[in-house]
């Protein structure tokens, strides 16, 4: 669940960071931000009837909002910047 800091803290911290050449860190712990995401991949296997096997569809990509690893606060503020690449 995502905490009472307002996206703007992200960004400013993102900002800051970048141009002092830092890591920047979790506005909401105050530790270096470590981020993670979860992400549910469904693969389905059609049958091709001219080539007379399945072959892989592409794959159905479904993720969770990023976190900072240290506090688990979720935040897409996090990975909505130049620095996430």
Known sequence: MKQSTEASEVFEEFSKAKAEGRQ??????QEPLEIGQFYSVYVGWTWNNKEKHYQQE????????????????????????????
């Open 24 to 29: 920047p860190v979790c506005p909401y712990c």
């Open 58 to 85: 592409e794959p159905d990509w479904d993720g969770d909002a990023p976190f900072c690893d240290t506090c688990e606060t979720k935040d897409w503020d996090f990975t909505d910047n130049d620095l996430v690449v």
